[in-house]
């Protein structure tokens, strides 16, 4: 049997034990020795035993080395090293040769070699806690930034697949845009507060504070002068941005019926096309505020969109299922409204006015969407005006991420009929929050909500797959008008310069597979290896 030894004096307070257990049997006389080992701060969470020995590790962040008779080796704390942050702990440790790795409590993982202690290589690094929505670009370096409810904000690398860089916030973390010169980045907070951020340095140019609800929205007009800034309490703020020193406020929106959920300037920067959680697509004025009267759910004649993230519209409609309870009055006359990208323009057609006969948000008013992270049955219509939480265009093609976990790929313009045709593509084990291209529009990023994963994807002409990227078994939506170009088996999408197109999975940050998941989703645990990506046909 074993039994646990006791310490021989009363433990201080804030002091922990680490107790050896003893074996006793007719063969071994019990060793009556009181053997115990304190540490100064913390509890003590992971002990691994191997050849060499014992490591133990816990919430001080270091990690302590013992021989086979418990006497001490080493002791190596991260919070002194080279991934030092404030809060890092240690919460499971393995000792092999030379190697340690450490898992944290922030879903990392650090390998450290004897010979450079003080240098933890990160094998795995990724958010963790609650929701994972915030993603923005930066518009000139291969970077983008994520902002999450674990309260921090990461930097990465497109090119290294790295997170170079990390900021703790004071809060959860909902948004994040960066400004048109990559200077700035603005970050959105669940208490309603908007920290502007200074980049790459990552310290704080100012705070906005006007708000008490998550803002879930923020974007930079074409030349960097106004920021705007969509919350849950449905109002839209606009603020001088044009200096570091200013941020004052330029106005506001009436309440608007709904949380704001997406926004985009025109390329003027006098109009702000907003979407909201009830299905509406309006537009306001900007830096006023005013809503446009009249408007009828279209543009002014002739309108240049500087972006295009709207879910709504007649020029996205193909992305929602057929079944969708959403009413268009079919307008009388078809005029044009048009986007502008960084590389090439396109032009569309203006959405009707949408009447959504869907029951009210109301529990999505004070966190955009409570999913558990239990994926939903597979759904390919529709019936929910938040269904889609994001879209983003580039070269003629439109991307779309959704609550039943998929990414989806459509030619742009999509046509005002329902339930384009398709390419849909697997491996977030939940609702797909977010999805950005890059500039160039060579990758793709997409966020899971409750699998805190960052997917990156290469965008290239189907028919062959590079060298050393994955490909992802995509599905055929099966529905809609395709070009007569499309062959079965191809690309489901043919692009307006009519090259075939679909996504490879390149890299994704870290997928941790969640506790009872659906069987065919745990093929999917493997994500960040070598392994290729598993759809769910």
């Given at each position: 049997m074993f039994h646990a030894s006791r310490a021989p004096n009363p433990v201080p307070s804030g002091i922990r034990q680490l107790l050896l257990l003893h074996h006793t049997s007719p063969s071994f006389p019990l060793n009556t020795s009181q053997t115990a080992f304190t540490f100064p701060q913390g509890a003590i969470f992971s002990m691994h035993h191997g050849a060499d020995g014992y490591a133990t590790a816990g919430k001080d962040g270091a990690f302590r080395l013992w021989d086979q008779s418990f006497a001490p080796i080493t002791c190596v704390?991260?919070?002194?090293?080279?991934?030092?942050?404030?809060?890092?702990?240690?919460?499971?440790?393995?000792?092999?040769?030379?190697?340690?790795?450490?898992?944290?409590?922030?879903?990392?993982?650090?390998?450290?070699?004897?010979?450079?202690?003080?240098?933890?290589?990160a094998l795995a690094q990724g958010h963790a806690d609650g929701e994972l929505w915030g993603l923005a670009v930066h518009p000139r370096e291969p970077?983008?930034?994520?902002?999450?409810?674990?309260?921090?904000?990461?930097?990465?690398?497109?090119?290294?697949?790295?997170?170079?860089?990390?900021?703790?916030?004071?809060?959860?973390?909902?948004?994040?845009?960066?400004?048109?010169?990559?200077?700035?980045?603005?970050?959105?907070?669940?208490?309603?507060?908007?920290?502007?951020?200074?980049?790459?340095?990552?310290?704080?140019?100012?705070?906005?504070a006007d708000r008490q609800e998550a803002v879930h929205s923020l974007k930079f007009s074409p030349d960097g002068a106004v920021l705007a800034v969509g919350c849950n309490d449905g109002y839209v703020d606009f603020y001088n941005a044009a200096t570091n020193d200013g941020f004052g406020r330029l106005g506001s929106s009436a309440r608007l019926a709904s949380f704001v959920t997406q926004m985009d300037f025109s390329t003027d920067g006098t109009l702000l096309q907003v979407n909201l959680g009830n299905g509406e697509r309006l537009f306001l004025r900007a830096p006023g505020g005013g809503e446009l009267a009249g408007s009828g759910g279209k543009p002014p004649k002739g309108t240049y969109w500087h972006t295009w993230t709207s879910v709504f519209g007649e020029e996205v409609n193909g992305i929602w299922g057929r079944s969708h309870r959403a009413v268009a009055a079919q307008p009388s006359a078809v005029t044009c409204s048009k986007i502008l990208l960084p590389l090439s323009p396109h032009c569309c057609c203006e959405s009707p006015p949408q009447k959504i006969h869907a029951q009210p948000p109301q529990h999505r008013m004070h966190t955009h969407h409570p999913h558990t992270g239990t994926p939903a049955p597979r759904a390919g219509k529709y019936t929910d005006a938040n269904d889609v939480n994001a879209t983003d265009i580039c070269k003629g093609l439109v991307v779309s991420g959704d609550d039943f976990g998929r990414v989806k790929l459509f030619r742009y313009p999509t046509g005002p009929d329902k339930g384009a045709r398709h390419r849909s593509y697997g491996g977030h084990s939940a609702h797909v929050t977010n999805v950005r291209f890059t500039p160039d529009c060579a990758t793709l990023l997409s966020t899971g909500g409750a699998d805190h994963a960052v997917f990156q994807w290469r965008l290239h002409a189907a028919g062959g797959q590079p060298d050393g990227h994955y490909h992802s078994h995509s599905e055929d939506s099966g529905t809609g008008e395709v070009s007569p170009a499309f062959r079965k088996g191809a690309a489901c999408i043919v692009p307006c310069n009519a090259q075939r197109t679909r996504l490879h999975l390149a890299i994704c940050t870290r997928v941790a597979p969640q506790p009872g998941s659906h069987p065919s989703l745990r093929r999917r645990s493997g994500l960040c290896g070598r392994r290729g990506v598993r759809g769910t046909d």
């Amino acid at each position: 049997m074993f039994h646990a030894s006791r310490a021989p004096n009363p433990v201080p307070s804030g002091i922990r034990q680490l107790l050896l257990l003893h074996h006793t049997s007719p063969s071994f006389p019990l060793n009556t020795s009181q053997t115990a080992f304190t540490f100064p701060q913390g509890a003590i969470f992971s002990m691994h035993h191997g050849a060499d020995g014992y490591a133990t590790a816990g919430k001080d962040g270091a990690f302590r080395l013992w021989d086979q008779s418990f006497a001490p080796i080493t002791c190596v704390n991260l919070l002194d090293s080279s991934v030092a942050y404030p809060g890092l702990s240690i919460r499971s440790v393995c000792w092999a040769g030379d190697r340690i790795a450490c898992g944290t409590q922030d879903s990392e993982i650090f390998e450290v070699t004897v010979q450079d202690k003080l240098h933890p290589v990160a094998l795995a690094q990724g958010h963790a806690d609650g929701e994972l929505w915030g993603l923005a670009v930066h518009p000139r370096e291969p970077l983008f930034l994520t902002a999450s409810d674990d309260r921090t904000v990461r930097v990465w690398s497109t090119a290294s697949h790295a997170c170079t860089a990390r900021k703790a916030l004071p809060a959860e973390a909902r948004s994040a845009q960066f400004s048109p010169a990559g200077d700035r980045v603005a970050v959105g907070l669940k208490d309603g507060r908007v920290l502007v951020l200074r980049f790459p340095e990552l310290t704080q140019a100012a705070a906005l504070a006007d708000r008490q609800e998550a803002v879930h929205s923020l974007k930079f007009s074409p030349d960097g002068a106004v920021l705007a800034v969509g919350c849950n309490d449905g109002y839209v703020d606009f603020y001088n941005a044009a200096t570091n020193d200013g941020f004052g406020r330029l106005g506001s929106s009436a309440r608007l019926a709904s949380f704001v959920t997406q926004m985009d300037f025109s390329t003027d920067g006098t109009l702000l096309q907003v979407n909201l959680g009830n299905g509406e697509r309006l537009f306001l004025r900007a830096p006023g505020g005013g809503e446009l009267a009249g408007s009828g759910g279209k543009p002014p004649k002739g309108t240049y969109w500087h972006t295009w993230t709207s879910v709504f519209g007649e020029e996205v409609n193909g992305i929602w299922g057929r079944s969708h309870r959403a009413v268009a009055a079919q307008p009388s006359a078809v005029t044009c409204s048009k986007i502008l990208l960084p590389l090439s323009p396109h032009c569309c057609c203006e959405s009707p006015p949408q009447k959504i006969h869907a029951q009210p948000p109301q529990h999505r008013m004070h966190t955009h969407h409570p999913h558990t992270g239990t994926p939903a049955p597979r759904a390919g219509k529709y019936t929910d005006a938040n269904d889609v939480n994001a879209t983003d265009i580039c070269k003629g093609l439109v991307v779309s991420g959704d609550d039943f976990g998929r990414v989806k790929l459509f030619r742009y313009p999509t046509g005002p009929d329902k339930g384009a045709r398709h390419r849909s593509y697997g491996g977030h084990s939940a609702h797909v929050t977010n999805v950005r291209f890059t500039p160039d529009c060579a990758t793709l990023l997409s966020t899971g909500g409750a699998d805190h994963a960052v997917f990156q994807w290469r965008l290239h002409a189907a028919g062959g797959q590079p060298d050393g990227h994955y490909h992802s078994h995509s599905e055929d939506s099966g529905t809609g008008e395709v070009s007569p170009a499309f062959r079965k088996g191809a690309a489901c999408i043919v692009p307006c310069n009519a090259q075939r197109t679909r996504l490879h999975l390149a890299i994704c940050t870290r997928v941790a597979p969640q506790p009872g998941s659906h069987p065919s989703l745990r093929r999917r645990s493997g994500l960040c290896g070598r392994r290729g990506v598993r759809g769910t046909d």
